[in-house]
């Protein structure tokens, strides 16, 4: 399963991640970018730390999980 994580500083200066499953791909940097700007710019979320006033980074990952089988 693939994530799309966005990460945000919060007031307090700690860093607050939204994370987004399974993400239309391929993922356009300026998309990303304009998203997180509008994210803070509307106060969308807040945190512990207060609103998120900072992009700091956003990254996909992917993890993969095997079942196994017990008898």
């Known amino acids: 399963m693939k994530n799309l ?3 945000f500083k919060n007031v307090d200066g700690k860093i607050v ?8 791909e391929p993922i356009d940097p ?3 970018n304009l998203v997180m700007d509008e994210i803070i710019a509307a106060d969308a979320f807040t945190s512990k730390g207060g609103g ?5 980074s956003a990254q996909i990952t992917e993890r993969y999980v095997q079942e196994i ?3």
């Open 17 to 24: 991640t939204l994370s987004l499953e399974e993400p239309i």
């Open 69 to 71: 089988e017990l008898t």
């Open 52 to 56: 998120l006033v900072e992009k700091y």
């Open 5 to 7: 994580e966005l990460k």
């Open 30 to 32: 300026v998309e990303v």
